[in-house]
């Protein structure tokens, strides 16, 4: 099983700035679809932002406030959040398919994913 670890969540006020990290293993960086979703309890995850071979994706929700972007330098992931809402509260995993991916892909989309780390935006 391979292993992706998140790192960077925690608690920030509306309107402020934070940066998730995802290692991944090496072969997958440059090659696989990249993902960061979200999900809270009781609802169903949702696709926050992709990237693939430099193109990237994002949701309706964070377009213009998140940013994804890839180190394959350092194999490595990032989403940097900025002007956050208190709608952003969630656990956010990063994921990967060896396929092409984007925001409306659901958390069964992925092959493999990290355990998350917690975002708490409070108002």
């Known amino acids: 099983q391979e292993r992706l670890v998140e790192s960077g969540g925690g608690s920030v006020q509306a309107g402020g700035s934070l940066r998730l990290s995802c290692v991944v293993p090496?072969?997958?960086?440059?090659?696989?679809?990249l993902a960061w979703f979200r999900q809270v309890p009781g609802k169903i995850g949702e696709g926050v932002a992709t990237?693939?071979?430099?193109?990237?994706t994002y949701s309706d929700d964070v377009k213009g406030r998140f940013t994804v972007s890839r180190n394959c330098g350092k194999d490595t992931l990032y989403l940097d959040m900025v002007s956050v809402k208190p709608e952003d509260t969630a656990m956010y995993f990063c994921?990967?398919?060896?396929?092409?991916?984007?925001?409306?892909?659901?958390?069964?989309?992925?092959?493999?994913r990290g355990q998350g780390t917690q975002v708490t935006v409070s108002s």
């Open positions: 990237i693939y071979y430099g193109a990237t």
């Open positions: 090496g072969y997958m960086c440059g090659n696989y679809c």
């Open positions: 994921a990967t398919v060896n396929q092409q991916c984007n925001t409306d892909n659901g958390p069964g989309f992925y092959r493999y």
